[in-house]
T-cell receptor
Framework: NAGVMQNPRHLVRRRGQEARLRCSPM?????VYWYRQLPEEGLKFMVY????????ESGMPKERFSAEFPKEGPSILRIQQVVRGDSAAYFC????????????FGNGTRLTVT | AQSVTQLGSHVSVSEGALVLLRCNYS??????LFWYVQYPNQGLQLLLK??????LVKGINGFEAEFKKSETSFHLTKPSAHMSDAAEYFC????????????FGTGTQLKVEL
C-alpha cells in the first residue's frame, strides 16, 4: 500500500516563476492537508481540502498561493511569482476523515528559489 | 488558540542513556497532543498521541509520553537511547483526535553519541 506520494522531491525556481507541487494521498484517503516547514521551524498548517472542496485555508498566504484537489488526480499546491521567502519544505498529509484518523505525511517537496 | 513550546532545540545524550524531550502546551479546550519524529529528508511519522483515554501513552520504538494537566506538559521519554533515535522530534496539539489541523512546536533535534 503506497504511502502519500509527493513530487517532485526537489524543485528549483527562479524568482518570479511558478511552482507546482503535487500530492497523491494514500489509497482510500479523501482528506488532504498541506503544511510548510521553514528552516529551523516547525510545520505550519496551510490548507485542508477534500475532493473538489477547500475546507480550511486559514494558513494560506493571501496572495500568490492556491491549492486544489480535483475529483481525479493529485492535489496541487501552486505558488505564483515565487520569492526567496517561499523557499521551504512543503509537506502533504492525508487521512480518511477529519476527526479521528491519523495523518500520514509524504516525504515533502523542497522548494528552493534562486 | 493553541500552542506548544518545546524547550531545547538541541538535546544530546549518550547511547543507553535516558531520553527526555520537553513539551508544554497551551489550549483553551482539552487538547489532543502528539509527538512526531522526522528523519532527514523524510516526512513526519507519528510516534504517539494523547486523546484523553490514559495519561501515560506508549508509542512506537520504545517511546512514551505522560500527559500532566497540572503542569500543562506532555514530555517524551525513552529509557535507553539508541543511535537510530537520532532525528528531529516535534510536539503538536490539535482540537481533534485525528490531529488533522495540527499546531507544531519548533522541534528538538536529538543527537545520540557513543
Amino acid at each position: 500500500n503506497a504511502g502519500v506520494m509527493q513530487n517532485p522531491r526537489h524543485l528549483v525556481r527562479r524568482r518570479g516563476q511558478e511552482a507546482r507541487l503535487r500530492c497523491s494521498p494514500m489509497k482510500g484517503h479523501s482528506h488532504v492537508y498541506w503544511y510548510r516547514q521553514l528552516p529551523e521551524e516547525g510545520l505550519k498548517f496551510m490548507v485542508y481540502l477534500q475532493k473538489e472542496n477547500i475546507i480550511d485555508e486559514s494558513g494560506m498566504p493571501k496572495e500568490r498561493f492556491s491549492a486544489e484537489f480535483p475529483k481525479e488526480g493529485p492535489s496541487i499546491l501552486r505558488i505564483q511569482q515565487v520569492v526567496r521567502g517561499d523557499s521551504a519544505a512543503y509537506f502533504c498529509a492525508s487521512s480518511t476523515d477529519s476527526y479521528n484518523s491519523p495523518l500520514h505525511f509524504g516525504n515533502g517537496t523542497r522548494l528552493t528559489v534562486t | 488558540a493553541q500552542s506548544v513550546t518545546q524547550l531545547g532545540s538541541h538535546v544530546s545524550v549518550s547511547e543507553g542513556a535516558l531520553v527526555l524531550l520537553r513539551c508544554n502546551y497551551s489550549s483553551s479546550v482539552p487538547p489532543y497532543l502528539f509527538w512526531y519524529v522526522q528523519y532527514p529528508n523524510q516526512g513526519l511519522q507519528l510516534l504517539l498521541k494523547y486523546t484523553s483515554a490514559a495519561t501515560l501513552v506508549k508509542g512506537i520504538n520504545g517511546f512514551e509520553a505522560e500527559f500532566k494537566k497540572s503542569e500543562t506538559s506532555f514530555h517524551l521519554t525513552k529509557p535507553s537511547a539508541h543511535m537510530s533515535d537520532a532525528a528531529e522530534y516535534f510536539c503538536a496539539v490539535s482540537l481533534t483526535g485525528g490531529g488533522n489541523k495540527l499546531t507544531f512546536g519548533t522541534g528538538t533535534q536529538l543527537k545520540v553519541e557513543l
